[in-house]
């Protein structure tokens, strides 16, 4: 095996040039993306007042949403059609031919597609940090530590996009995958609706799942709902889910790519 | 099993077109059937985003007593007709999220050669089959919302038309979305996904939640507000009766205003380059 980190970063550039070409991508993507957030501080500060929900006031509320806004674009942004079209269309019966690890080459590629969101994700966020004027940080740690935790999203999201294509070597189609997985993260994650409005057992089932790491960690550390402590435990929660889904990936996938049948000669 | 044919020199053109896109529909729905677990994934994909929307609503209302003075079954009444008329729009007219990739590829030539309609024919190339979880699921919430909000089974009647309307609006806007791919060239219908990101986003709550321009736009310019939100104000008497011409002026409107689209855009294609 020649994997190396020249090639991770050759196909992450690749990847990552392939999604600059289209630039109405980001104009489209603050669009969506925006309109959700639009809506949801809409309804948020129509049902906040001048009260509190769940522990939100209307000023954190409003930092939720653009931290939601901001995680959304990184999450859903990466090219998962580029892992599912490879399985779908038999060009995984090369790859397994090439002398790269078939998962980390799939990384590299997915983290490079990400990346492409990031000015979409800034972009977003400066126009509604200036229209609404969120707080600031609980502290400049937190600032930091909520940082670090949104660096996270870049592997978790892309282990659980890697998971749920595998499944395509069953169901021989992607997009109902797709949807699902969408609609499992936008609910237990927060984007939806804050976890903390959830009744306890929901809460409690969704912080047994990776899915609260891409909006309500972050959003807590920033407003200080947990200490240090607590931050430096859900960021360790984080890395924990990273070492344990990409092995989990490696599992599926070796079970998974029996499936494979190469025809012709 | 014989299946009943019509003379394309004698039918009426309305009536040729409607067995076009009958049969159309129908051929694709057999080839459904052939990879049902294809349709199963579908499905519950479409099933699994309105059982999350509902307990998004759920939850909402397990903190609120009222959204911008809405109830919780008005809010499932909303939710549940959105729903449907959105399902339902994906099943019968799903293709024309297909008129980018079929503009850039020249396909259209080869509608344009046949005796039916383009977008007839465009429509009926594919079925939203996550739209059977959606339907199915948006019935539920719209039955259990109208149970709920004590409506009268008289109104009934009045909601089927509401709804009827509230179809041709969607299937219209979309078609005439999805019709801006014979300019705005590219495989992805980025307008379509604008209208769907508005109905997902925009037009689940309660119009009363944004600010008057929002309202106006969503309610006169772009008539969204007619497939969802003022027929749930009618059946719930938020608005007097005469609200009730609204909605089938709106659909005339929109349908109108689709084919204007749809035609201005056939003149405009020439083809792919060769």
């Known amino acids: ?265 | 099993m014989a299946e009943t044919t019509i003379d394309i020199r004698t039918a009426s053109p309305v009536r040729h077109a409607a067995e076009v896109y009958r049969r159309s529909l129908v051929a694709h729905l057999r080839s459904i059937v052939e990879y049902p677990a294809d349709f199963w994934v579908m499905a519950s994909s479409g099933a699994l985003w309105q059982i999350l929307q509902f307990a998004f609503i759920a939850i909402l209302f397990a903190n609120v007593s009222a959204v911008a003075g809405w109830g919780y079954h008005e809010m499932l009444l909303l939710i549940g007709f959105l729903t449907l008329t959105g399902g339902t729009t994906a099943m019968l007219c799903d293709g024309v999220w297909s008129i980018g990739s079929m503009v850039i590829k020249g396909e259209i030539d080869y509608r344009i050669t046949r005796p039916a309609p383009v977008i007839v024919q465009v429509a009926s190339t594919h079925v939203g089959m996550q739209a059977f979880g959606e339907v199915t699921l948006g019935a539920a919430m719209f039955v259990y919302g109208w149970i709920g909000a004590g409506l009268s089974p008289a109104l009934i009647p009045v909601a089927l038309l509401l709804l009827a309307c509230g179809l041709v609006i969607e299937m219209a806007l979309m078609t005439a979305m999805c019709a801006v791919n014979f300019w705005v060239k590219g495989t992805a219908s980025i307008f379509g996904f604008i209208l769907v990101d508005l109905q997902e986003n925009v037009m689940r709550f309660p119009l009363g939640i944004y600010p008057a321009a929002v309202r106006v736009v969503a309610t006169f310019v772009v008539p969204l507000g007619f497939a969802s939100f003022v027929p749930v104000q009618i059946l719930t008497s938020r608005l007097s009766a005469w609200w009730l011409i609204g909605p089938p002026v709106a659909a005339a409107a929109t349908v109108a205003a689709a084919a204007l689209v749809v035609r201005a855009g056939l003149r405009s294609y020439d083809s792919a380059g060769h």
């Not at chain 1, 906040?48 to 209307?58: A, C, I, P, R, S």
Request: a positive charge; aromatic letters at 12%.
């Open chain 1, 1 to 265: 095996m020649t994997h190396t980190l020249a090639v991770d970063r050759a196909l992450a550039v690749i990847s990552l040039k392939r999604r600059l070409a289209y630039k109405a991508n980001w104009v489209f993507a603050i669009i969506l993306g925006g309109g959700a957030m639009l809506s949801g501080l809409a309804l948020w500060r129509n049902l906040l007042g001048d009260g509190t929900l769940g522990g939100y006031d209307w000023d954190s509320m409003r930092a939720y949403m653009i931290i939601g806004f901001f995680t959304a674009t990184l999450a859903f942004g990466g090219a998962d059609w580029a892992i599912a079209d490879r399985i779908l269309d038999g060009l995984i019966a090369v790859d397994l031919t090439k002398p790269m690890d078939f998962q980390r080459a799939r990384a590299a590629e997915f983290v490079g597609s990400m990346v492409s969101t990031v000015p979409t994700a800034v972009v977003g966020s400066a126009i509604a940090w200036l229209v609404f004027s969120p707080p600031a940080p609980v502290s400049p740690l937190a600032g930091a530590l909520t940082a670090v935790s949104i660096l996270f999203i870049f592997p978790l999201a892309f282990e659980i996009t890697y998971l749920s294509v595998l499944v395509c070597f069953w169901t021989r189609r992607y997009l109902g995958i797709m949807w699902a997985r969408e609609a499992v993260l936008s609910f237990f994650s927060g984007i939806m609706v804050p976890l903390a409005l959830m009744p306890a057992p929901l809460q409690i089932a969704a912080w047994c799942l990776p899915f609260p790491h891409f909006t309500t960690t972050p959003s807590n550390i920033y407003l200080g709902r947990v200490d240090t402590p607590g931050a430096l435990g859900l960021i360790a929660a984080e890395a924990a889910w990273v070492v344990v889904m990409w092995f989990a990936g490696r599992l599926v996938f070796n079970h998974a790519v029996k499936k494979v049948t190469v025809h012709g000669g």
